[in-house]
């Protein structure tokens, strides 16, 4: 039998073009009917907790799911792994943005992604963390001031030993 | 206001304006002095007007709201309503059956509305109800049995909720007939009583203080003058719709429950649920403004008595979300049901979006399934939500909600067992509620109301009529809004990778370019009259649509 029919098929997009990314990297069977429920257990899926890109109701969480993914399968993901509590999970499919490529300047694609909003129940309240606190800021400008004080050395010592290439730096006087 | 006719003559660097000589005199006429009538004793400024960007639009706006509020008739405001848009407004949908997961706090935002659990004590006379009750116990009984023993019919209309529904129905239709025909001795106005079976009735209103969503802030941020005003609260356009089984119509209106400067309907809490409508789970849709009644204008009773609802939405949306958010559900059905319902008898009276109320709007409703009753009392104090109206309002609506009651424990071989007598006295006793007359009961209308009173000649008005109703069918136009294709907005719009074809698309830049949101419903060209058929052998078109003159000559 064509091994293609039996399990689903990746992402391969009709044109022949690159493949997309799956987020699993594992084939699973095709269901016909008559067969057993599939029972996946350490499922190959990961789910990429994002910022809401809209401001959410407070007990919405936003996610970046594989486009297998269906709703019934957020829902159980959560539930059995992590003992979330959902209540209603909305999902989409994001289309990807088309932006010019900096070499040959014709256009390009990004992967279409699926958005899953999963409600927990009223009681529950979920805020998505602040990642760049204004506290932090300031090391972090500090740290880059320092990088780019090393690339100003690395410069103005990068002829020093130009006229003696190969030499080591502790030979000479 | 002649001004001078100004005539350019090419575009060389000695341009200069050249002023015709007929023009000429019409300029000395406006420089003359004035005459001696036109002079007072003390001196009378105008009024000082901020001219900033904001406060410019906000008079525009404001100016928009006072022709629809200065409207003789009903028809001409609702006209004038949707004239700003061709195509329709793009508007949140609330349906009342169809509640979604998170809206009861964002409808109860929307609709300002307060709710109380209970209904208010003294406003209805369970005494005089509980008597009739008594003697009406049989026939309710056999109603039940009629309707709940036994299918009524061997053939099935539809399947699963739309058998729910038909048979609440029926049931609430016999309900209604018992009632009637039993208290009519008693009550004055139900005597002459009217049912609507499955009215429509919808409401359009504005919606301010939303959160501005991301298309309209990276517009903001582009756009000089609104650089700093990005985060600014939004107004979107709502339309709410309601399925109701039955409305019992009657000459007058209810008497309020509180008094409009009552603390509970000035100050009582309100949510403050701004955000994007889509957040909440409803979605969006093109239509025109409709706020549509159940019956035509010009109706003796326009007022409502009792409305009843059927429940077949509360399975469904058990089976989805769980059974424990079916009151919420609830809640939400209570209350887009009894505000658009209350919003569309108060533009009937010449209140509107635009135009706020004079006096408070009461309505009565009860829903059940046969079995499981809640009723439900609603005040509307105000209807006009747009722009701070949403948060800032001296106004709030109130909507009273009973516990759930069971009419009948269950319906048996030998009868039916257990019946509530709290129930039927409580619906007897919104029957029995006798409405007030109300002096100046439509001070933004005219005398005659209605388009039929209307002075223009009589084809004007039909055809106006004919032209609105279809409006507020909510139809599909027959050519539909211009649309930007996928591969349009990819290879046209965001990259130019055709720059050698003709741009003749209406999104594209040339000189016959249209944006179709902006399309005014009088943006049209009117109908050609063949020259056998004018009356005036000059006038070649049919005059254009209008509000004020329903038609008008170009």
């Known amino acids: 039998m064509n091994k293609s029919k039996i399990f689903s098929h990746t992402n391969a997009t009709p044109c022949g073009s690159r493949q997309q990314v799956n987020m699993s990297t594992r084939w699973y069977p095709l269901y016909r009917r008559g067969n057993p429920q599939l029972r996946v257990f350490l499922p190959n899926f990961y789910m990429k907790l994002i910022k809401p890109r809209d401001p959410q109701p407070k007990n919405v969480v936003q996610f970046e799911v594989s486009m297998q993914m269906t709703k019934f399968d957020i829902k159980n993901y959560l539930e059995k792994i992590y003992n979330v509590p959902v209540e209603n999970v909305v999902t989409h499919v994001r289309m990807g943005q ?27 309240t979920f805020e998505f963390p602040d990642l760049f606190p204004e506290e932090k800021k300031n090391e972090e400008d500090k740290q880059m001031e320092q990088i780019e004080n090393l690339k100003k050395d690395w410069e103005t010592n990068k002829g020093r030993d130009k006229h003696r290439q190969g030499a080591p730096s502790w030979l000479g006087l | 206001m002649a001004a001078t006719r100004l005539v350019w003559k090419g575009r060389t660097s000695s341009t200069f304006l050249r002023v015709s000589y007929l023009s000429r005199d019409l300029a000395r006429r406006n420089h003359n002095a004035a005459s001696l009538s036109e002079y007072t004793d003390v001196p009378e400024y105008p009024e000082i007007l901020d001219e900033n960007r904001e406060a410019r ?29 061709y195509y329709g407004y793009w508007s949140c949908r609330l349906h009342d059956a169809k509640p979604t997961l998170q809206g009861t706090p964002f409808t109860r935002y929307a609709t300002r509305t307060h709710v109380v659990e209970g209904l208010p004590e003294g406003y209805h006379e369970k005494e005089a109800a509980g008597a009739l009750a008594k003697e009406l116990k049989d026939s309710v009984e056999e109603l039940i049995l009629l309707n709940f023993q036994s299918t009524l019919s061997r053939r099935n209309f539809g399947l699963g909720r739309a058998i729910e529904k038909r048979q ?19 009550a004055e106005h139900l005597k002459d009583a009217v049912v609507d079976i499955r009215p429509r009735v919808e409401a359009f209103w504005f919606l301010g203080g939303l959160q501005p969503d991301n298309l309209l802030k990276k517009k903001r941020r582009n756009f000089k003058y609104m650089k700093d005003k990005e985060h600014d609260p939004m107004e979107r356009s709502i339309q709410a719709e309601s399925s109701p089984c039955l409305c019992v119509r009657t000459s007058l209106g209810l008497p309020e429950v509180v008094s409009r400067e009552d603390s509970l309907a000035t100050s009582a809490p309100v949510p403050v649920e701004n955000l994007d409508p889509r957040a909440y789970g409803f979605k969006f849709k093109h239509k025109h403004a409709t706020i549509v009644t159940g019956f035509w204008p010009g ?37 887009i049901s009894s505000f658009s319902q209350a919003f569309a008898h108060a533009t009937y009276q010449g209140f509107g979006p635009v135009t706020e109320l004079t006096y408070p709007i009461v309505h009565q409703s009860a829903i059940s399934d046969g079995q499981k009753w809640n009723f439900s009392l609603y005040q509307m104090n105000t209807c006009v939500l747009h722009s701070e109206n949403a948060t800032e309002n001296p106004y709030n609506n109130i909507l009273w909600l009973s516990p759930e009651q069971n009419l009948f424990e269950a319906v048996e071989e030998s009868g039916v067992k257990g019946l509530n007598e709290e129930v039927l006295t409580s619906l007897i006793a919104m029957y029995l509620k006798k409405g007030i007359i109300r002096e100046n009961a439509s001070p933004y209308l005219a005398p005659y109301k209605y388009l039929a009173g209307h002075n223009a000649p009589e084809e004007y008005r039909e055809e106006f009529q004919n032209y609105l109703r279809d409006l507020l069918s909510g139809r599909p136009r027959k050519l539909l809004k211009p649309e930007m294709y996928l591969w349009e907005k990819i290879y046209k719009k965001d990259n130019n990778t055709r720059p050698y074809e003709s741009p003749r698309r209406f999104f594209e830049d040339h000189f016959n370019q249209m944006n179709p949101e902006k399309r005014r419903l009088d943006e049209y060209s009117p109908i050609y009259i063949p020259k056998a058929c004018r009356k005036d052998k000059k006038q070649k078109h049919k005059p254009r649509l209008d509000s004020e003159n329903l038609y008008k000559y170009d």
């Open chain 1, 98 to 124: 088309v932006n010019r490529s900096k070499f040959g300047g014709y256009l390009v694609k990004e992967d279409d992604f699926k958005v899953a909003y999963v409600s927990l129940p009223a009681t529950e």
């Open chain 2, 57 to 85: 639009k906000r008079r525009k706006t404001e100016a928009w709201h006072q022709k629809i509020t200065g409207l003789p008739t009903l028809e001409q405001k609702l006209m004038e309503l949707n004239m700003p848009k």
């Open chain 2, 168 to 186: 609440t129905q029926n049931f609430l239709l016999g309900l209604h007939k018992i009632l009637a025909s039993s208290l009519a001795p008693s």
């Open chain 2, 299 to 335: 109706e003796k009773k326009e007022h409502s008595q009792l409305w009843l609802h059927s429940r077949e939405f509360e399975e469904k949306f058990g089976l989805e979300f769980g059974l424990h958010n079916v009151h919420n559900a609830l809640i939400q059905k209570m209350i």
